[in-house]
């Protein structure tokens, strides 16, 4: 009966419009008041809920930990989890349902004041009593740190991304280093600081996302003779704050126990077992509304795919996230039948795709990228994959956003489904020049090649990195890489398997590791994108050198009109919801002609847990520690 419900649900819910308030975590939102459905907030039941953080709680996830917390550099989402369960104290926070509001547990008053140069600036002042885990005090310079840190150019040279506040006044100078003041950050006193957004970016639709802060403590970084200064041209760093002084330290702090802000600490991390284990941290004063954790003790784990379910049976882990493929969410139902465990379903906020690199080798031209949608069945995958529990889509988005749930009829009007097609993919490639042998002479068979602008001939293979002990990576084996029809068009696909680190690495072109990374290898990337409520896509197709370099845009694609309309979809006022889906449904057009992935499927997680686990709750707007943050453990 269990199963049967679930499968109605997941038809239910796929079509179900939930309100995505605007933001993420760190860049909170205004919220768009509308008349959608949302997602209400967890009901209690708090018969059995202790008045003191107890118990233990042990989460299994498939992406293994890397322990790079901070995501300026290349954390992945089971890092990423793991950073904001130590990282708290945001000027803004979210609810349930994606609304974004002030946090009150930090925020003693704020301004916002309109200039006259048609800038926006946010004062706020916080309150008395905020400190580390370790008891240090936390002070407005602690949130003046966190822009002048990562923005700096020094996170740049030690191969971070430091586009914290892009948005503010000045961040191009001084993240460049051609001005040692941020302009749009002003410490004002013990207790007050400003942000400034740059009038070229007012209106802009996620507007709060703009001007949140968690603090940061600059000290763990470097040292305490690194100061922060504001003679009132903007805030800065002393002068000692140099790649020089600092660039080893930051490398091997990065990877440290880093100071916590959150609901709790970092107690210690295994790198040969991908396990940290968090504890309560005793001097978090709450969330926006004052809830604290009653969890004592989290511990984070890597499981694989194949033994997930089974761990979960025998008590290896108490909670699995996120369960994506059919064969996982059947098999963890059947485990919920036999009693003793339970489960959450949403739809989710983004999708598994495969990314396509477009500044080399075969995928750079269009034609190829279409090709390749046209030789997956992309139904069938969706089908095998998710066991029915998913849906084909057609760009950059997930089931469960609103704009798209609102747009959907127009969007299935416009968009190239890319049926598949070998007769079509062969047209495609024809067109586009593959009409070669190795020798030059007229294509018969084998592998096409194309004479490319100097005269070289290039072949139609394809290199492609994917994951180790991974079932998406295993049905792409079979549904691409080993279709018949993939060979008939004249294309040969290689697979390399590694490491979901190397993985990033090579996507990222990070040669700050090793430098066989920062040069073109691949041109495929199997992977999985979730999207905040702040959907803005204007650095992920970014056609700035500068930006590019920071590994930004992973799909390396260079189109100044998608990247246009990436901007023109958010510089809108936060109230116009009808100008913000138009111009998504135009940039996702774009995006739709370029294909710089192959969308494959968006689905409807599943989380599983032992009952013990009470109270818990979660949907696609929040993440894991917010979830877990309303929960609770009662022992049997």
Known sequence: MKRKLSLLLALVLLFTVFTAGCGKKEEPADVVEDDTEVVDEPEEDVSDEPTEPTGQIIIGNTTE???????????????????????????????????????????????????????????????????????????????????????????????????????????????KGETKEFEGVNLIDEKTFAVTIAPENVPYFFELTLVSFSPEKLSYWTDETVEIHDDGDGAYLSENFTTENFGDKMQEARFGIYPSSGAYKLESYDEASKTAVLQVNEKFLGNYEGRKPLIQTIIYKKVTQETAVDELATGGVDLLSGMASGDEINAGLDLVDKGGFDFVEYPRSGYGKLTLVCDYGPTQYPAVRQAIAHLIDRNDFAKAFTGGFGTVVNGPYGEAMWFYQETKAELNEKLNQYPYSLEKAVELLEEDG?????????????IRYKKTEDGELMPLELEWASTEQNAFSDLLVVKLQENPDVAAAGMKINQTVMTFGELLNYLYRDGSKDSKYGVPTYHMFNLATNYTPRYDLTTAYTTDPDLLKLGLNDNYILDEKLESLAKEMVLLDPEDRDGFKAKFVEFITRWNELMPDIPLYSNLYHDFYNDKLKNYDTNSLIRIDTALLYAYVVEE
């Open 434 to 446: 593959w009409i070669y042998d190795a020798n030059g002479d007229e294509y018969k068979e084998g």
């Open 65 to 175: 930990l890397t322990g790079d917390w901070i995501p300026v550099w290349q954390n992945n989402a089971a890092d990423y989890d793991v950073y904001n369960f130590i990282t708290g104290y945001s000027t803004v926070d979210m609810t349930f349902d994606g609304e974004y509001v002030i946090n009150d547990t930090v925020v003693e008053d704020y301004e916002v004041t309109e200039n006259e140069d048609g800038s926006k600036t946010y004062t706020w002042t916080i309150k008395d009593g905020l400190t580390y885990d370790d008891g240090s005090p936390i002070t407005a310079k602690d949130y003046v740190a966190s822009a002048l840190l990562w923005a700096s150019p020094v996170i740049a040279e030690t191969g971070g991304s430091n586009t914290t506040g892009q948005y503010l006044k000045g961040w191009s100078s001084y993240s």
